[in-house]
């Protein structure tokens, strides 16, 4: 006997994924300057936070998460993606934080299995 | 159950899906579906779910939401509706038992690389930053290394590419990423250019369908 889901279980929903990734991002970088010795440490966190929450929901999906932290100082950043999957069960989301010296920018690719 | 193996990382499920017309098609070898359109009828034998199997399908998993849907669904069924509403069937494909890559087919990060420092050395050559291009340029960078992995004989991989490009002025970056997947079969690849003025970091995910 196969076990069945209901279709809201096995989508890529972003508006959740959306608020696992600010969690985290708001967990490790919330309140911090930018600093060079602790961003190698603040990008792994905040990559590790959103990939253990993102196992919790038990979805069947694999998933990569990317970020980018960038320090402030007026200089241009461009980010771009472009995949080629199954558009009717692959997903991808995207947050963009910044404070007062840095910005972070977070992307979750969900891909069906 | 049946299953396809056990998945190191994740579960396995079957999914059902409401209200849309469930078509199971059987796979052709080396597919790999970019869209759902289905096609509704195939020589290798149909079977399509209508309204009554959803109805006998409700009632054995009856959950909640299955069994409204499945109302939702009949009500739509009768009455009238224009064929552009209809809500468009998504195909399911038969198991084809493909634990892991053909022998050739597999994706090799240092050969992913090669193209891609090569193409990056050639694209970027003469660029400097311009904040009215960039966007667009970091995009085309994007597909093209995509359309370079997918050219690499790697038929059942899905491919994401993300590139980030910015303005060298002395600050600090730093990216990172991590993958839940099958660490035996999916694989990445990046590259970093840089140049006076601009800077390009490019990574490539492949990841292996079942």
């Known amino acids: ?113 | 159950m049946a299953t396809t193996g056990s998945h190191p990382a994740v579960k396995l499920k079957k999914t059902i899906q409401f209200p849309q017309e469930v078509v199971n098609v059987r796979r052709p070898s080396n597919c790999l579906s970019q869209n759902s359109q289905p096609e509704s009828s195939s020589t290798l034998g149909v079977e399509a779910a209508g309204p009554n199997m959803a109805r006998r399908r409700s009632t054995k998993y009856g959950g909640g939401t299955l069994l409204t849907a499945a109302h939702a669904f009949r009500r739509m069924t009768r009455n009238s509706i224009a064929q552009e509403q209809l809500p468009k069937p998504v195909v399911k494909y038969e198991n084809t038992y493909k634990l892991g890559p053909d022998e050739g087919t597999e994706f090799f990060p240092s050969k992913a690389k090669n193209e891609i420092e090569v193409f990056l050395e050639q694209h970027m050559r003469d660029v400097t930053y311009d904040p009215s291009t960039a966007a667009q340029l970091t995009q085309t960078i994007a597909d093209k290394v995509k359309n370079l992995t997918k050219e690499l004989n790697c038929p059942r991989y899905k491919v994401v590419s993300t590139v980030v490009v910015g303005e060298c002025k002395n600050q600090g970056l730093e990216t990172a990423s991590r993958c839940l997947w099958d660490d035996g079969k999916d694989n990445f690849a990046t590259v970093c250019h840089k140049n006076k003025t601009i800077f390009a970091v490019v990574t490539v995910f492949a990841v292996y369908f079942e």
């Not at chain 1, 602790?38 to 929450?53: H, R």
């Not at chain 1, 980018?68 to 007026?74: D, F």
């Open chain 1, 1 to 113: 006997m196969d076990d069945f889901q209901s279709a809201e279980e096995t989508a890529f929903v972003v508006d959740e994924v959306t608020n696992i990734i600010k969690e985290a991002v708001e967990g490790a970088i919330g309140g911090n300057g930018y600093q060079h010795n602790k961003v190698n440490q603040w990008t792994s966190n905040v990559v590790e936070q959103c990939l253990n929450q993102l196992t919790k929901l038990g979805k069947p999906f694999k998933y990569i998460v990317t970020c980018v932290i960038m320090q402030k100082n007026g200089a241009g950043l461009h980010t771009a993606s472009s995949c080629f999957w199954d558009n009717s069960t692959d997903g991808s989301c995207t947050v963009r934080w910044e404070n007062k010296t840095m910005f972070c920018i977070v992307s979750v690719f969900g891909l069906a299995i």
